[in-house]
């Protein structure tokens, strides 16, 4: 579960209406972003499973899901192993810096907010210790080199403590801005870091453009388990294959893995190395700030977050210091967000908007960064004009020079075909 997600007992309706709660676009970068794409419709083919070791009882796939919807695992604890291989260019370490930094920027920002500090998982390979008693406690900490970050929701209270720079981040889970229209805290919509996370956000939705599968057994964090396996239907699209280990016991996915069309390495593989559905002590969600620990209260980034003293929103300094007027941050592009539209269905659904400015700066006109942005992406040219291509193994996004987003898990030339239909 995510740190502050309810509890196992969540349903994809539930999911849903969770999702519909407001977001800051800084906040929930890559992890939110990939895997909210990657919940494309979903078909239903019944099929028995195979033989296989542990010899389990067969069952449907329709029958499967059923078992994962009615899951109700309220407690449990144990250790994860998450590995996020989304194919990024190589900038020595910076895509990090800013995905940590996104959420903390300007004055008053602090190193333990969840919101920053768990944006890491979008890359590379780490270990989490999880626990959870109910929909009022759980614990996620995430482990590092001489180092542990970990964020606790008791009650009320959401503590994050960043061991490394000895930060503490504090908020409750009623006081969050970010409410969504259901009235729950927007806070509590932390980007997926557990198999069931990733499962639920890929079946929640079910049509005809998928085959649902199941394939035989396994053996996951000591448990027996079904492996549930999700193909496309269609032709075109980044997604090679999810496979979910469901524990036949309770229901619980155990490991959930993306592998790409392309081949290669999984860019998504989260499971279990080891689980125990006992009550965890409830010492467990106890946290009090070490002594020394610089304390931030939410409330105080939120106030931060409205502007710097001395620099009025919307404004910024031009040649020769000369005041001018700018959009706030994310203005336009919260704007764009709000128009979305979907072209195309199931796993070849594309979404687009109009971020209502320009496209990336390149080539000569934009200078040195012009040329940065050039090596990230692939300039592209059609019936809509030009833009560039910006692709990872799963997602891909064309930005058009005149600053309309096309995005979703479909090839490079689909991109290109959905911005010439749009003209």
Known sequence: MAPYASDDSTTAGEVDEQRSGRHKAARYVVPVTVIGVAAATIGLVPALADSGDPDLPKITAQQLIEKIAKSDVQQLSGTVKISTDLGLPDLGGLESGLLSGAASQGEGGSSADPT????????????????????????????????????????KDVWGYDSKSNEVYHGTSSQS?????????????????TPKDFAEEALKAVDDTTSVTVDGTAQVAGRDAYKLVVKPKQSGSTVGAISVAVDAKTGMPLKFTLTPASGGAAVVDVGFTKVDFAKPAASTFDFTPPKGAKVTEEKDLDKDAKGAPGKAPGQTFGKGGAREHTPEDGEDFGKGLDGMKTIGEGWNAIATFDTGGEGVP???????????IDSLGDKVHGKFGSGTVFSTRLVNALVTDDGKVYAGLVTKDALVKAADAAQ
């Open 177 to 193: 801005p970010e409410r969504g229209e259901d009235g729950k805290d927007g806070r509590d919509q932390q980007p997926p870091a």
């Open 116 to 155: 920053a500090k768990l944006t890491e998982l979008a890359s590379g390979t780490h270990t989490l210790r999880v626990a959870a008693d109910g929909p009022d406690r759980q614990k996620l900490s995430l482990l590092e080199n001489a180092a542990e970050y970990s964020v606790i929701h008791n009650g």
């Open 362 to 372: 390149s080539g000569k006109a934009g200078g040195d960064f012009g040329g940065f």
